[in-house]
């Protein structure tokens, strides 16, 4: 059974090269952690301090570091959500999803229900270039659901959005996490956001260039629709 | 009282958007009657001048007309149209070839960038003669010379297509397991669509110009050839009737082929 083993992750040094007159910056440095199957993991801090880097590490995208990930067997059901929706213009949204996997695959026949889920059924022939951000975004959500995958990656892939439409898409992504169970690693550098919908989270420091905090959020289904409960959290955590 | 459909169609709104028949309609229309003046002036130009060397439109669709039943317009756009085709498909494989390598290799685009700089400048003459003196006065020959012209202008289209191939998408397809065809057809191809388009419709209009520069030096059938015989002659009637005539074919190539063509990698966008 796929999905037993935990995602273990260790980057002993990073270092983004010297380029023109500035000099070589040391990203990460001795982070090191393990994601339990089915978790929620939540990844923040501020801007530059290397959590897209870290992303991208895991991901495979990126093997210039010194270190070892090991995603275990379920490393070919990996999906990437990223900061953009990174959708191809000149294909339909259908299309879109379609193309994320292999063309005779039974998943193929989901498709027109996983987009209806994320609110994308009339729009499954438009260009994505015509659709908003938000609903971009939401094919985005589908392309990396359709894979039904073991390990999904999302990269602060509700910025820029307005407050209703990102709030939207939250509940949009616990509702599809509930239906099709996965392990998340979800980077942002929003705090109230990391605490709706973590259950486990990683703090990383710029300057520091590792974990400073690794901390499990407790909260109830309920508790994470309210404002109060998520700010007492993030409170509890964050004071820490 | 107006009929309703006068009515109708005086609303701004369907004003502003007239559909897409009505609108060629209308280009057409203003096309066809700009061409008319000119003929038109043309006539008068030629009429008062008097002179064997300016005759009037009618004295050329006159010849052109006498070409066409004897068969010699045929065979000789059909021999200059042929050699495009080559020269075209040649230069637009080799040249996007050497694009999309200079634009993916830095290292190799540095060296030899000063080598497209350097072909870009050589005088299409000057690439026309070597050819025939190196390889004789062959259809390889025209070809090749032909194709040399274009090729630099080709591959530094592409290369500007190359560099600007975003890297999210190639994460997105690697991540998503595209594969090297799928990633080449649906992610690669369609960004450098829009550079291709252009350096073939660019392309079109350059290789046909050189060809007939070829013909007339070193070959015995064409346009091309037919106009430096006209040329030994004076003969302006039948210098126009085939400039008129090549005009023509290569107009209706870039309506029915390239705009079309063009159009059709564009509708995604907004």
Known sequence: ?240 | MAPISTRISSTPRLLAAPSGFTASLERLFWMAGSLLALALLWQLIAIYAESRYLPTPLTVFDVLWREGASGDLWKHTSATLVRVAIAFIVSMIIGTSIGLFLGRYRTADKFFDAWLILFLNLPALVTITLCYIWFGLTDAAAITAVALNKIPNVAVNMREGARSLSKDLDEMALVYKFGWWKTLRHVTLPQLAPFFAASARSGLALVWKIVLVVEAFGRSSGVGYRLSIAFQEFDVSTILAYALAFILIVQIIEFTVLQPLQSRVNTWRR
Not at chain 1, 109 to 123: C, F, Q, R, W, Y
């Open chain 1, 1 to 240: 059974m796929n999905g037993t083993a935990p995602i273990r992750v260790l980057v002993d040094r990073k270092i983004f090269p010297a380029v023109g007159d500035r000099d070589a910056q040391l990203v990460l440095k001795d982070v090191s952690f393990e994601v339990a199957p089915r978790s929620f993991l939540v990844i923040t801090g501020p801007s530059g301090c290397g959590k897209s880097t870290l992303l991208n590490i895991i991901a495979g995208l990126d093997n210039n570091y010194e270190g070892k990930v090991d995603l275990g067997p379920a490393s070919d059901r990996l999906a990437f959500i990223f900061q953009t929706p990174r959708l191809l213009p000149w294909r339909t949204v259908y299309e879109n999803i379609a193309l994320a996997l292999p063309d005779s695959d039974p998943r193929q026949a989901k498709i027109p229900a996983m987009l209806e889920s994320v609110g994308l059924g009339h729009s499954m022939n438009a260009y994505p270039e015509r659709l908003s951000l938000g609903m971009q975004r939401r094919a985005a959500l589908a392309r990396g659901f359709i894979l039904e995958p073991e390990i999904l990656l999302m990269d602060e892939p509700f910025v820029s959005l307005d407050d209703p439409t990102a709030a939207s898409l939250r509940s949009l992504l616990t509702e599809l996490w509930h239906t099709h169970p996965t392990t998340v690693i979800f980077v942002t550098h929003d705090r109230t956001e990391a605490i709706q919908l973590g259950t486990r989270i990683l703090r990383l420091a710029p300057g520091k260039a590792s974990v400073v905090q690794d901390a499990s959020i407790n909260l109830t289904e309920e508790q994470r629709h309210d404002r109060a409960a998520i700010l007492a959290e993030q409170n509890r955590i964050f004071a820490a």
